[in-house]
């Protein structure tokens, strides 16, 4: 099971390598999944993809087969951040494609700022540069301490899917992956959003962007992706209709088609 030491604990990450030995070897794709997701989350990305590009996907920290850290751990952006390129030295990635979504998202875009040097091109999907209200945060607690972990998830599911998104089938193990999550991590992982205001610091990304939206996201309009879009100096939006704060797993194959096409004309030769 390859494992990434950090400062505080291991993190899970699986590779997937299918590139024909004759193909040129282009640089990897790490994924970053948000609060309640986990690596396998990317897995219909995997046929659009995996052709022409070594992938990489992590648990988070607090989640899946990674460290769990107790109630008391300091969490912070910063140390997400550290724990991405952990696991990008871990699975030898000097240089990446850097997908994020959700908090992965916001956790890509602080990373695209503090080592600019190794991320090759940014992809954000239903993610974004402003973080999470305390009112967030203390609604996610009363559902979390009135119902429990599963009360919390049964009530996100429909903030992440329209009703026909899915098949049950989908759904199902979706919402298995979520009712995993211990309490402690939902609630810490989404306290460091708090606050948080990337703004200023986004004319520093100057590696291509591909921003992934949904129309319906009940956490970040689409205003708030539109401005991003014209924060960057070099980002592309494309936002996906008939979706929600779910897009890259009920719309796995739409996204990674858009990866596949925005990654292969900025590789190609």
């Given at each position: 099971?390859?494992?990434?030491?950090?400062r505080h604990?291991?993190?899970h990450?699986e590779?997937v390598?299918?590139?024909?030995?004759?193909r040129?070897r282009?640089?990897?794709?790490?994924?970053h999944h948000?609060i309640g997701?986990g690596?396998?989350?990317?897995?219909?990305?995997?046929p659009?993809?995996?052709?022409?590009y070594?992938?990489v996907a992590?648990d988070?920290r607090?989640c899946?087969?990674?460290?769990?850290p107790?109630?008391?751990?300091?969490?912070?952006?910063?140390l997400?951040v550290e724990?991405?390129f952990?696991v990008?030295d871990?699975?030898?990635?000097k240089r990446f494609?850097?997908v994020g979504?959700s908090i992965?998202g916001?956790i890509?875009l602080?990373?695209?700022?503090?080592r600019?040097?190794?991320v090759?091109?940014l992809?954000v999907?239903n993610?974004?540069?402003l973080g999470?209200s305390i009112?967030?945060?203390?609604?996610?607690q009363?559902?979390?301490?009135?119902?429990g972990?599963?009360?919390?998830?049964?009530?996100?599911?429909p903030?992440r899917f329209?009703?026909?998104?899915l098949?049950?089938?989908?759904?199902?193990?979706?919402?298995?992956?979520?009712e995993?999550?211990?309490r402690?991590?939902?609630?810490?992982?989404?306290?460091v959003?708090?606050?948080?205001?990337?703004?200023?610091?986004l004319?520093?990304?100057?590696?291509?962007?591909?921003?992934?939206?949904?129309?319906?996201?009940?956490?970040i309009?689409v205003?708030?992706?539109a401005?991003?879009?014209?924060?960057?100096p070099?980002a592309e939006?494309?936002?996906?209709?008939?979706a929600?704060h779910?897009?890259?797993?009920?719309h796995?194959?739409?996204c990674a088609?858009l990866?596949?096409?925005?990654l292969d004309?900025?590789?190609?030769?």
């Open positions: 099971m390859p494992l990434a030491t950090t604990g291991t993190l990450y590779v390598d299918q590139v024909a030995p004759w040129e282009r640089e990897a794709i790490l994924f948000g997701a690596a396998g989350i990317w897995a219909g990305w995997h659009a993809l995996a052709s022409a070594r992938l992590f988070m607090g899946g087969r990674s460290h769990i107790a109630a008391d751990f300091a969490w912070s952006l910063d997400l724990d991405l952990a990008a871990a699975a030898g990635l494609h850097l979504e992965g916001t890509a602080a990373a695209a700022i503090a600019p040097e190794r090759a091109t992809t999907s993610g974004a540069h999470a009112e967030r945060v203390e609604a996610w009363r559902q979390l301490d009135s119902g972990v599963k009360a919390w998830s049964d009530a996100f599911l903030q329209h009703d026909d998104a098949s049950p089938e989908q759904l199902a193990w979706f919402a298995k992956q979520q995993a999550w211990p402690e991590s939902i609630l810490s992982a989404l306290r959003l708090i606050g948080t205001d990337l703004s200023s610091r004319r520093d990304i100057r590696c291509p962007t591909l921003l992934l939206h949904p129309d319906a996201s009940p956490f309009p205003p708030v992706m401005e991003l879009h014209r924060l960057l070099n939006l494309n936002v996906i209709g008939h929600r779910g897009l890259p797993y009920s796995a194959e739409q088609s990866l596949r096409t925005f004309s900025r590789t190609a030769g």
